[in-house]
């Protein structure tokens, strides 16, 4: 089934931890991209990486890190230094590298108790 | 600072109404800009404008570009429960990133 993968779905962490979501595509895109989204809020830029080996900070990379050592694969790891790190986290890929639309994974909803 | 401005930001209608969101951008190195649906989580692909003032189409869905004065539309026909989502909208720059707006968020009531 093509697409794009997001894991886990729903997941719970305590503040001071750290936590990595996973998202993989077999689309064979070259772009990939995290997004936040908070409630009443649009999606924020956090990290993007054109091509493997290589990514690029987004809008709001604070407290995020990132890596991209498979062109499949993108993770990323929300550290115990982002301050409000509950939110719906979005994955997605793009086919070419400055045009086309982007294709969104399920999403990865983070709660910090 | 660059943004996207999107108007209103809720809207209640009834079936069979026509409805119209607004998106407004303040982007450098503008390129193109895109609408989207999100029902639940995965929000999904409805429009990309890159000219203005060409109509794109889709069933009862339209949407327009004007580069001069910064804004687009979205333009949804004889609405149906099943338009209900949150429609954002999103400014893409030269080097591809998306700068999404707040979303509209819409209710059709039956």
């Known amino acids: 089934d093509g697409g794009i993968t997001q894991s886990p779905k729903y997941l719970f962490r305590k503040e001071g931890q750290n936590v990595t979501l996973s998202c993989e595509q077999n689309?064979?895109?070259?772009?990939m991209y995290w997004y936040r989204q908070d409630p009443g809020q649009g999606l924020r830029l956090i990290y993007y990486s054109q091509i493997v080996n290589d990514f690029q900070k987004g809008d709001i990379a604070e407290g995020y890190s990132v890596s991209r050592e498979k062109k499949e694969s993108f993770p990323l790891t929300v550290t115990s230094a982002q301050k409000n790190p509950t939110a719906f986290y979005l994955c997605?890929?793009?086919?070419?590298?400055?045009?086309?639309?982007?294709?969104f994974g399920e999403g990865s909803r983070l709660t910090v108790l | 600072e660059d943004k996207v401005v999107q108007s209103p930001l809720s809207l209640v209608v009834h079936e069979g109404d026509t409805v119209t969101l607004n998106c407004s951008y303040e982007v450098t190195n503008f390129r193109s800009l895109l609408w989207y649906k999100q029902e639940k989580k995965a929000p999904t692909f409805l429009f990309m404008l890159t000219s203005s003032g060409i109509e794109k189409k889709s069933g009862r869905l339209s949407s327009i570009l004007d580069k001069k004065e910064l804004f687009s539309i979205l333009n949804i026909t004889a609405t149906q429960t099943g338009d209900s989502a949150v429609y954002l909208c999103a400014a893409m720059r030269s080097q591809g990133n998306l700068i999404f707006g707040k979303g509209t968020k819409l209710s059709v009531k039956p």
């Open positions: 997605a890929t793009r086919d070419r590298e400055f045009a086309g639309e982007l294709f």
């Open positions: 689309l064979n895109h070259d772009a």
